[in-house]
């Protein structure tokens, strides 16, 4: 069985001192990323990029989705305006979070709070067809792994 490939991690000088992409548990999908920067405040239905400090770099032919944590949406509003947010294999900026507040209290957020949790994925190659392939009366297309 093929290793799954390593995202490399490069920690900019504004990440010292914070703990790297970390899952929270050995059943964990994903791994928590945190805010690199000093305290603020988010208002209702304000929107900011959050620098966490890091800068991926992922292998070719894969992704890195970063999406809300449940427990900050569910409690406080605070998640993620477009997700799951993708970071491409050739961008080697910061990684900044985006978030918004949809809640109807400002909501604190310090520096290393766990603001996301990101993922890999890989990303298949899309090719034109001259035509698809005709869907059965439940709608779906009958491939060998579907029967």
Do not use: W
């Not at 999908?29 to 620098?51: H, K, M, Q």
């Not at 770099?57 to 947010?85: C, D, F, M, W």
């Not at 994925?121 to 869907?135: D, F, I, M, N, S």
């Amino acid at each position: 069985m093929k290793a799954p490939p390593v995202v490399q991690i490069r920690r900019l000088p504004h990440h010292d001192g914070l703990p790297l992409p970390t899952r929270q548990t050995a059943g964990a999908a994903g791994y928590d990323v945190c805010s690199a920067e000093p305290d603020f405040t988010i208002d209702p239905l304000e929107r900011r990029l959050v620098r966490t400090g890091l800068a991926l770099a992922i292998p070719l032919g894969y992704e890195a989705q970063v999406r809300p944590r449940s427990g900050l949406a569910v409690k406080h509003g605070l998640t993620l305006p477009n997700s799951p947010a993708t970071i491409d294999s050739d961008y080697r900026g910061e990684l900044m979070i985006p978030m918004i507040n949809l809640g109807r209290e400002p909501v604190s957020v310090s520096r290393g709070m766990r603001i996301a949790r990101a993922r890999g994925r890989g990303v298949r190659e899309y090719g034109q067809l001259e035509g698809l392939a005709p869907k059965t009366a439940s709608g779906y297309v009958r491939s060998p792994i579907s029967r």
